[in-house]
Every structure is written in structure tokens, then in C-alpha cells.
């Protein structure tokens, strides 16, 4: 698809189940052992999706990659937040991604493109790809980066900064003052102006869509060898905790689903298999686990 | 004391730290192997608490029973929701429990009893208990219910009714469907029009504070050597992952804690040790869980 043709709902549609069958293709052959079932659903309102888990992989412990496309009568929240005053439909659609690995080498990665439009005209695209590894190891972070940037490059030279800025701040943990994870980039209301900005928007979506295989795929197989023992599990499973407590207290998606009727299961193919709580765990000064904390803060300038 | 004497919040703070002690004692005592711990800590804003946390006990694996006395200025929405259009002190005091047991033959039991009070001259006592057993017995519900009906009945002929409709409201999962457990009592907003009816409603609060220990250590005694195998183990940690949900998702004394820069440690000890989840589990038909879903609904009649 280039930036010359005609951009509607049903190829931005389209990209994103072919998205979601190409992404799932890459990831069970990185993995080598785990296989996605699908659930298709359907929503009373109108539309539905296909929900494809794994559990079990060789590398995946366990994990969703999501597709939806829903519409129907846009609620009251909707129309407010849009400045609306009559009834009007929506339409939404995206692929949504958690993959949680058994080995706490490997990173959590989370991955979202979305597009929504009103039949009022208003339309705007979001998405994002983020990493939060166990263990921040500082080369990885930077080859992360480096690869978002130059996906954000591609587009526009203010992207990377600005939808760096945002994940740091969407990502964060206000009850514990730690990031999630190392960030990446965030984006959401992005409004094409006309068709071809439209066009152009949508091309910098396929692209971020489009490179979270090659950078997932590059920590399963750099990664999953790597050596660890019942410490870095331990640690693992905690942060773990983490992770549900951001999806769970502070994830505006998560929220709005689970306050508006959505398909629970859906939306928590982002908890992991399993998690632990310590009451006041501290690590050791000094450990790989202190510094850790300590790269898990807003504005570091991994690049 | 006697519901003729003269009650206010010193006297209310005494027998709260008091329960706290005695009911640390009776689990102790009653576990056999595992011992508290207490953090003191101090609110920046005014006032404190003790968090007494236990961990890998011979019958708890882990739970916590703080106390807090804390004070200040009200916040704006405290403000709002008593109609209050000029700055006012607020003091808050209260026992909060949240007990884990390694076994999954015994509840996961919590209980709260707290007394607020505004410099305006408003004040209210509110609190409960509930019981999440990971399998439902009947018998055990009704032994627990009725306990908790005869303490009502000492003080209100409709006290029970009315606070255990309120529990099931109020121990719900929404995106579930489901109830937490077996509900219990909860009641809130109970306003003293006078200082006779103070006492007595302070009296009521006491009752249920001192249930607190015999409820549990009777599950705890009758419970801890039923045998169990790794499928209760493994419904256990589902059940736990739902403890987690509610909590995070809907319990709004935890929500408020989290978004208002409460103390997380203190905030966050009803967290599991451990919770697992699995995409879209459903137990067997004519199973032992599949049972146990079926009564985890609103408006059973327990007694």
C-alpha cells in the first residue's frame, strides 16, 4: 500500500488482520514450539474479533495477539469528548499485542495499532510498542531505540522524540514512581488533515506495525539461551506484579474495557501466566535488580 | 468499655490499636509457625500506622493487619461529597486485614472497621467482613453468615440484611460477573445523630472487630489438614488472579489509596503471594469449580 491510494476504513481494516496472520506466522516460527489457537467473537453492539493466544512455547509462556474491529452507537462519553451534541457510530479497529516469555532474560513486549473514526468525519489513528525487560541491560535498550527511531525517522523527524516523551509518561507507575519498562513510543489522536495526510498516517502505522516481529524476534532468539537461576525468576515474577498492577490500575485501555462491557478474556490476554507480590521487597544494593530500578525512570535518552 | 461512656476519636484510635493487637496474637497463635512483622510508618500529610505483615506461616502464606490513625487537611473531593465549601480537617482510623492461606481448602478472609471524622463535626463509622473460600461449601457459608447475622442482631434486627446486600453489591466483579466470594457484611456512612447513638454504632463496630479472630481461627483449625492436589492448587492461584482484579479494578478504598499517594506497601499487603492466569479457563462440567462459579452470585440466603 502507498501513500497515493485511497484510505478507508475497510484497507485499514484490511491491513490489520493480514498484520495480525504475519506477526503470528513470525512469532511461532521464532518460537519453534508454541502454536496460537484463535477465538473469533462477535459484539452484541456490532463487529467482533479474532483473539489468538499461546501458551506454552518454547520461548512465549504465554501471550495474545489481538485483532478488532467494532462499531456501533458511540457513547455518551464519546460524544462529549468529541464536543458532539446528537447520536453518532463509530467504528474502531487494531491489533493489540502482550507477550509475557518464561525466561526473565527475555522481555515483556506490548504493541498496539489502532484507528477510530466517527461517521460525524472525525478519524485519528494511535498506537504504540513498548519493552519492559526484567533485567535493563543498556545495549538492548538502545538497539530498541535506535530501531523505533529510525521507524519514526522514516516519517517525521519530530515523531520519535515527541512519541518517546509520551510512552515515558503513559508507561508510568504513579503508586510505585518506576516506569513499566524502558518505554519506546506512544501516539494517539493523529488526524489526517486530508487524504493524503491521511495516506501518510497510515503509512507510518503499517511501519510501526510492521517492525514489532523483526524487534521481538531479535531478543527470542539473542536472549533466550541466556542463563538464570531461581533469583532472576524470583524477580521476574515480581515485576511481573508490576505489570498487572499498571494494566490493571493505570491503563486507560484496559480500564475502558473492563468498565465498558468489553470482552473481558480480550482484554486480559495481557496478564501474565503468573505473578508474585512480596510485602516492602527491596533488592540488594548493588545487585542487577537494584540497577534495574534505577533505569526504570522518564526521560532517559536511550538513543 | 460500655456504650455509656463518652466515645470520640482518641478513644476509638485505643481500641482500634488494641484489635490490631489482639488479633495479630490470635493468628498467631492459631498458625502456630508464623510470625508478624511490623513496619511503623509516618503520613507526610499528618499521622501514621503500623503494618503488621506475616509471611510463609505454617497456615498463612501471607496476609497483612495494619492500623492507621492519619489526619489533615480534606482533600477538594472530600470536600464536595460533604458540601463543604471551606477548607477542614479530616481524621481517619481503622484495622484493615487481608489474609492468603498456603491451602486452597481455606478462605482468603479480609475485614475492615474505620471511623472517620471531619473538624466540621461530621463523622461515621463503616467496615465489614468477607469470606473468599477458593471452593464453596455450603455449610461453612452458613456457619460464617450466621456468625456474622448473630452479631448483627445483637445490635440492629435489620442490620444483617441491609449489610449483606451491601456486600454482595459491593464485592462484585463486574467483568466477571461474578461475586468475589461468599460476601459477608459491609456497611459504611453509619452517622451517630448523637453521642448515645454514637456508642452504640461504635459498639457494633467493636462486635465486628472482635468476630475477626474466631471467624478465621475456625477456618484455620477445621480447614488446615483437608488434603488437597495440584488442581485445587492450580484453581487456587485462578482464584487468587480474581482477588487481584477486584482489588485493583473496582475496590475503592484501594483505588483511592493508589491515586491519592497512599502508603502502596500498606496499601497493596491484600495482594496474593502469587496469582496466575489462564486464557479463558473454564472448569469441567459437574466439577468441584464449576460448582463453586455457580455460587459465587448475588443474593444467595446464606442463613
Known amino acids: 500500500m502507498t501513500s497515493e491510494q485511497f484510505i478507508n476504513k475497510d484497507s485499514i481494516t484490511s491491513f490489520f488482520t493480514d498484520l495480525q496472520d504475519r ?18 467473537w462477535q459484539r452484541p453492539g456490532g463487529g467482533g474479533g479474532r483473539s489468538r493466544t499461546i501458551a506454552e512455547g518454547a520461548v512465549i509462556e504465554k501471550g495474545g495477539v489481538g485483532f478488532s474491529a467494532v462499531y456501533g452507537e458511540a457513547t455518551q462519553a464519546t460524544l462529549r ?9 463509530f467504528y474502531a479497529t487494531g491489533v493489540s499485542i502482550v507477550l509475557h516469555p518464561h525466561s526473565p532474560m527475555v522481555p515483556i513486549i506490548h504493541m498496539n495499532v489502532r484507528y477510530f473514526e466517527m461517521s460525524t468525519g472525525q478519524s485519528w489513528f494511535g498506537g504504540g510498542i513498548d519493552l519492559t525487560p526484567h533485567y535493563v541491560v543498556e545495549e538492548d535498550a538502545q538497539w530498541f531505540h535506535a530501531y523505533l ?41 493523529l488526524k489526517p488533515s486530508d487524504d493524503t495526510h491521511k495516506a501518510k498516517l497510515f503509512s507510518f502505522v503499517q511501519d510501526v506495525g510492521n517492525a514489532f516481529a523483526p524487534i521481538y524476534t531479535h531478543f527470542m532468539h539473542k536472549n533466550r539461551d ?63 535488580e537494584e540497577h534495574t530500578l534505577g533505569l526504570l525512570q522518564k526521560g532517559i535518552d536511550w538513543v
Open 149 to 189: 527511531k529510525n521507524v519514526c525517522d522514516r516519517h517525521d523527524a519530530s515523531y520519535y522524540a515527541t512519541f518517546k516523551t509520551w510512552a515515558d509518561d503513559y508507561f508510568f507507575i504513579p503508586h510505585r514512581q518506576e516506569t513499566r519498562g524502558i518505554g519506546g513510543i506512544f501516539f494517539d489522536y
Open 23 to 40: 506477526i503470528c506466522q513470525a512469532l511461532t516460527e521464532a518460537d519453534g514450539a508454541g502454536q496460537f489457537r484463535e477465538d473469533s
Open 226 to 288: 541466556l542463563p538464570f537461576g531461581e533469583p532472576e525468576k524470583q524477580w521476574q515474577l515480581l515485576r511481573r506484579g508490576r505489570y498487572v498492577e499498571f494494566n490493571l490500575v493505570w491503563d486507560r485501555g484496559t480500564k475502558f474495557g473492563l468498565e465498558t462491557n468489553g470482552r473481558t478474556e480480550s482484554i486480559l490476554m495481557s496478564m501474565p501466566p503468573q505473578a508474585n507480590w512480596t510485602y516492602d521487597f527491596r533488592p540488594e544494593p548493588g545487585s542487577c
Open 81 to 89: 469528548t468529541l464536543n458532539l451534541s446528537t447520536p453518532a457510530d
